[in-house]
C-alpha cells in the first residue's frame, strides 16, 4: 500500500477546518463578532484541522509501516 501524504491531509483538514469555521462564523444563528474575532477563529480552526488531519496520516503511515513489516517476516 502506498504511503498517504502528510502535507497533502494537512492542507485538505485547513480547507475543511476553514471551510467549518466560515459556517459558523456566519451562520444567521450566531451572533454578531468583530472582525478580529472572526478572523482568530478562522485561524485556529484551520490550524487546528490541518494538525489533525496530519497527524491522522501519519498515524495510518505509522499502523501501516508497522504492519506490512510484521507480515513479511
Same mark, same amino acid.
Given at each position: 500500500? #502506498?504511503? %498517504?501524504? &502528510?502535507?497533502? @491531509?494537512?492542507?485538505?483538514?485547513?480547507?475543511?477546518?476553514?471551510?467549518? /469555521? +466560515?459556517?459558523?462564523? *456566519?451562520?444567521? %444563528?450566531?451572533? $454578531? #463578532?468583530?472582525?478580529?474575532?472572526? /478572523?482568530?477563529?478562522? &485561524? @485556529?480552526? $484551520?490550524? /487546528? *484541522?490541518? +494538525? !489533525?488531519?496530519? !497527524?491522522? @496520516? /501519519? +498515524?495510518?503511515? *505509522? &499502523? #501501516?509501516?508497522? !504492519? $506490512?513489516?510484521?507480515?513479511?517476516?
Amino acid at each position: 500500500m #502506498q504511503a %498517504w501524504s &502528510i502535507m497533502r @491531509a494537512a492542507a485538505y483538514g485547513g480547507a475543511i477546518g476553514l471551510a467549518a /469555521a +466560515l459556517v459558523k462564523s *456566519f451562520a444567521p %444563528w450566531s451572533d $454578531t #463578532q468583530s472582525g478580529s474575532a472572526i /478572523a482568530k477563529e478562522l &485561524i @485556529a480552526a $484551520t490550524l /487546528a *484541522f490541518a +494538525l !489533525l488531519c496530519g !497527524l491522522a @496520516a /501519519a +498515524l495510518r503511515n *505509522f &499502523i #501501516q509501516r508497522r !504492519l $506490512t513489516r510484521s507480515e513479511s517476516r
